[in-house]
């Protein structure tokens, strides 16, 4: 930690052609894949991280440890979206190209539990990055981070033309950062950009959502570590897609001549319950002797279908979703029995 510790406030050469990105939430599940994506294509990343009293740096370790990463560029800053006064005096300093705005609280069902901070950070966050940019009048391109969790309980299939029904406060916050994002650019011509990205899953995602949840209770439950599984509603149906492609398309929109908003999706639907048959099939079990339910994991109030249609990002972008709903599964299923030590033993015991 002591490197990444210097590295926070180490003086940065900001000569020659490099391009320079600036990341929100880059230790983050999203942030952690798009900051292996810009240093592979040469820029220079700068991420903001969170002070916090144990390591969160996680999953951007190997950003440090990777020999054929030598000599990357990847340097952290402290900070946190409620603090705008900090943002502009990083921004000065760092002079980035790019701007993707990944920070946020991201649980919908914690956004139930804390709305008014989810508001604070979630959607006040954006406006204070957006007034940072207006501030130091750094000629930047920007992203942020949108969410299929706006459409709510709009009928699917879900577009760029879907009127928005936000049934969360981190939807009603996530809306509040598109629309604001939108007037920065309409009233100061800011080249900025709204991804509305439909749920993106891998072995990176945080452990409780869903999916995660259940691929790493495949693996407890198979060594030993868990009995049960307790989850809410089984009935929701996500359009679920692969991180690394989706990160892949907030890099694409900053790249084409005009500024615009994409929905990022797949095109197909599937219940919690089907990631379940799925998921626990794959390794020869049957779910429902381990799974219960617990009315604590249900919301207020539930998004029942997100389907997104992804055909703008396909024809302005060249976008196309690359991994299926069971390649998905079968990703993250492999990699939590490999971090159990069970991947090779349970395959092999599969397919025998
Ligand atoms: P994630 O894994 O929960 O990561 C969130 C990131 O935001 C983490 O780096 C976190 O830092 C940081 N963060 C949280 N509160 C912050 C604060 N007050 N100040 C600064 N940073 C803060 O989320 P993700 O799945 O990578 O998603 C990235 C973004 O896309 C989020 O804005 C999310 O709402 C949005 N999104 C995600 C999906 C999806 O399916 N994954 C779909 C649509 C939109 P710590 O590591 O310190 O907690
Ligand atoms: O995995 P989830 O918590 O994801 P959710 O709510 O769809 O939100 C994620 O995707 C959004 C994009 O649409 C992002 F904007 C957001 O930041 C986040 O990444 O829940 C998926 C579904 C829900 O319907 C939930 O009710 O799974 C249902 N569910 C059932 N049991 C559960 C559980 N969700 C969680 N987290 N935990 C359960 O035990």
């Given at each position: 930690m002591s490197d990444r510790e210097g590295s926070t406030n180490a003086a940065v050469n900001f000569d020659g052609p490099t391009k320079r990105a600036f990341v929100t939430g880059v230790t983050g599940q999203d942030g952690s894949y798009l900051a292996e994506l810009l240093l592979s294509k040469g820029y220079e990343v700068h991420g903001l991280i969170r002070r916090s009293?144990?390591?969160?740096?996680e999953r951007i370790e190997t950003l440090y440890q990777d020999p054929h990463l030598e000599g990357t560029r990847l340097f952290l800053h402290y900070g946190d979206m409620s603090d705008g006064s900090m943002l502009a005096r990083l921004l000065t300093r760092v002079q980035p190209h790019e701007i993707y705005h990944l920070g946020a609280q991201s649980h919908v069902r914690v956004s139930f539990d804390m709305p008014e901070y989810t508001a604070d950070v979630t959607g006040i966050g954006t406006l204070r990055l957006l007034e940072a940019i207006r501030e130091t009048e750094i000629p930047v391109r920007f992203y942020q981070a949108g969410s299929s969790e706006m459409f709510g309980a709009a009928p699917p299939p879900q577009s760029e033309r879907t009127p928005f029904y936000p049934r969360s406060p981190y939807a009603a916050a996530k809306v509040y950062s598109h629309w604001i994002t939108v007037n920065y650019r309409e009233s100061y011509g800011l080249f900025a950009c709204n991804g509305i990205l439909f749920n993106h899953e891998s072995?990176?995602?945080?452990?409780?959502?869903v999916t995660r949840k259940i691929s790493r209770a495949v693996a407890n439950i198979l060594s030993g570590r868990q009995e049960k599984l307790y989850l809410g509603n089984l009935d929701a149906k996500r359009d679920w897609g692969y991180a690394p492609e989706f990160v892949e398309a907030m890099w694409l929109m900053l790249q084409h001549d005009e500024p615009g908003d994409y929905v990022i999706a797949t095109g197909e639907t599937h219940s919690v319950r089907e990631f379940l048959d799925e998921a626990f099939g794959l390794v020869g079990l049957d779910w429902q002797s381990h799974v219960e339910i617990d009315p604590?994991?249900?919301?207020?109030?539930?998004?029942d279908v997100l389907l997104g249609d992804a055909s703008k990002a396909r024809d302005a972008l060249g976008w196309v979703p690359k991994t299926k709903f069971k390649d998905l599964v079968r990703i993250m299923v492999e990699a939590d029995l490999e971090a159990v030590g069970l991947r090779d033993k349970v395959l092999q015991g599969v397919s025998n």
């Open positions: 009293s144990s390591f969160n740096t072995p990176r995602r945080g452990q409780t959502f604590k994991y249900y919301r207020p109030a539930e998004v």
